[in-house]
Structure formats: C-alpha cells, structure tokens
C-alpha cells in the first residue's frame, strides 16, 4: 500500500535549502570589531546600622587591642574579636566607631553584624538583658531549686535544667519565667532551651512560648455533619 504523506527528502543540492538562492534568505555577519563589553563597577553600600556610632556608659572600661575588645562592667566581663573585614576605633569623644577594611559584600555584612555584637556586650555589662517565657496548659508550672529550673510540662516526671553560669532565673507566678543576665546570646540560647521541651502547638496554644510571641492557631476538625 502506498504512503499518502509526501516524502520530506530533498536532495543534497537542493535550490530550496534554508540558505539556497530560491528563497533569497542570508545569513547577516556581524563584524567582530563592533561587539564589545562593557565593565561596570559595582560599590557595596555601607551598612546603615554600622556606620552608627557606639555609645560607652562612664561605668563601662574599654580594652582594645588591635582586632579584640574587652567590656568590663558591673554586671560582669565581656570579650569580642573581630574579622579583618572590620576594624574598630575609639574617638576622642569616647565613642566607639566600626569602618570597612575593604569594599566587598562579606565585608559589608561583617559591618552591621559587629557593630550589633559590640553594642551588646556594652549593654550587657552595665545595663544587661533578660527573656520572658510563659507556660500555657493545665497543670503547667515552673518553680526554681537551688541552682535548677524544675518545670511540669505533663510528661510523666518533671523537668529539671540546671541553670548556666553567670545567669539568673526567675519565676512568677508559677506560670512566668524571667532570664536575666549581662551575656545576651547565653540567655537566648538557655531560654530556647527552655521553649524546646514543650513548643506551641496550634490548636490549643499550650506549651512555652515567648512573652511577646504571637501562636498561629489552626482551626480543628470539624465534626461530621448530619
């Protein structure tokens, strides 16, 4: 039986080729000497909150050593060493000030980073900081034991956290617990310690959440309709 498509073979020395004289059709040239690039020079901004300047109370003394800082307070000492990426200044006003050693985008991130840090640690020893938690369930409570948080969370025994050194913990309440220290990242890092045993969760709301949080509740099942 006969094929009813037409055969798509044309032969090797075809008029009717893509580029044959029959459909008029050239390929365009571009000369070489016309393509070029052009090279532009990108400058990483400078970071909005390391450029400000880092007030020191008349209770804090100040050691620097070329890229290390030690903070000594009332409420306790504190170090900081910083990347080649930054380097920081004493004015003569006392203040202390972080500039760039070099334009590039680590650079640029290491400048707001610790300019944040050092500000912290000059916080820290002279005002300090502290985290609010809140227990939220039946039977829930917290209560301080010697040196250990103890905490009923509905498992099958008590919780029992030893307290880190250098800070404090405080309960109120039965249901509100309060850290408080002059090292900010110690007191987040042993108040997630904390939350971890029992989170939110999103029905009930019950668990350990932070004072200022906000629980995104779910709506439960609904009951089969009739």
Known sequence: MASLSPSLHLPCNSRTGFLGKTQGIRPRVIPTGRVGFVRTVVEC???????????????????????????????????????????????????????????????????????TLTDNIIVGVSKGFDKKLQLVGVGYRAAVEGNDLVMNLGFSHPVRMAVPEGLQVKVEENTRII??????????????????????????????RYADEVVRRKEGKAGKKK
């Open 179 to 208: 850290v408080s220290g002059y090292d900010k990242s110690a007191i987040g890092q042993f108040a997630a310690t904390i939350k971890k045993w029992r989170p939110p969760e999103p029905y009930k709301g019950k668990g350990i």
């Open 45 to 115: 901004k400078e970071s909005r909150i390391g450029k400000k300047p880092i007030e020191v109370p008349s209770n804090v003394t100040l050691t620097l050593e070329e890229q290390f800082v030690k903070a000594k307070g009332p409420l306790g000492e504190l170090s900081l060493s910083y990347p080649g990426e930054v380097k920081v200044v004493k004015e003569e006003s006392g203040k202390l000030r972080l500039y760039k050693t070099a334009e590039t985008k680590r650079a640029n991130q290491m400048h707001g980073l610790f300019r």
